[in-house]
């Protein structure tokens, strides 16, 4: 009788040790499937979360609304490792220059491309936190532009903007600047009327 309760306890115990191995196994696997967008890229130690979808490779195609804050929160995969609890970021706003996105314009007497324009994160409400930072634009892009050439006149900024065209390019970093994921999206304004094919004030 003896025997046979060890033998029944020995059993349990093997079906729970096997029970908790394949649970870790499967609690590995998850991990990294989180991490490597489903096994179809690299491990990725930096990511970022918007709405429902974590972000850890380029992604194109966003819509903002003008004067709608939206948050993104950033996290490390591996932050558990890192003792010293340092898991900074920055953000940019920059121009996302393609062969359609790019247009030249007059600012005064003189000449530019939107290529020319290295940086605008100034023109966006962007405030960092410890784990998350909000972005928030007030101005839509003639305003941003406008903006930054704030003495001089400006001509042919394209009125009709293509709705289907990234023309902001936001750019987070890791902490030392080694990673970085970049969204591309436009700027809407919710009196926008929508067409097929572009937008249009």
Not at 63 to 88: I, P
Request: proline share 2%.
């Amino acid at each position: 009788m003896s025997n046979k309760k060890k033998n029944t306890g020995k059993s349990i115990l093997s079906v729970v040790v096997w029970l908790l191995l394949v649970a870790l196994l499967l609690g590995v696997v998850g991990f990294f499937a989180r991490f490597t967008n489903n096994f179809t890229s690299g491990f990725s130690t930096f990511y970022v979360e918007f709405g429902d979808k974590q972000i850890t490779n380029d992604k194109d195609s966003y819509v903002f609304e003008k004067d709608s804050e939206y948050r993104f929160d950033v996290g490390y995969s591996l932050a558990f490792l890192n003792k010293d609890g340092k898991n900074g970021f920055s953000v940019q706003v920059l121009p996302n220059i393609t062969d359609e996105t790019n247009f030249e314009f007059t600012a005064g007497d003189e000449r530019y491309l939107y290529s020319d324009i290295k940086d605008l994160t100034a023109c966006f409400n962007v405030r960092c936190y410890d784990s998350y930072f909000t972005l928030t634009a007030d101005k839509d892009l003639p305003a941003i532009i406008q903006s930054l050439h704030q003495d001089k006149a400006l001509s042919t900024i394209p009125t009709t903007i293509d709705g289907g065209k990234d023309y902001f390019l936001l750019v987070i970093s890791n902490e030392d600047n080694s990673t970085s994921i970049k969204i591309s999206f436009n700027l809407v304004s919710s009196y926008f009327e929508f067409t097929p094919d572009h937008i249009v004030f």
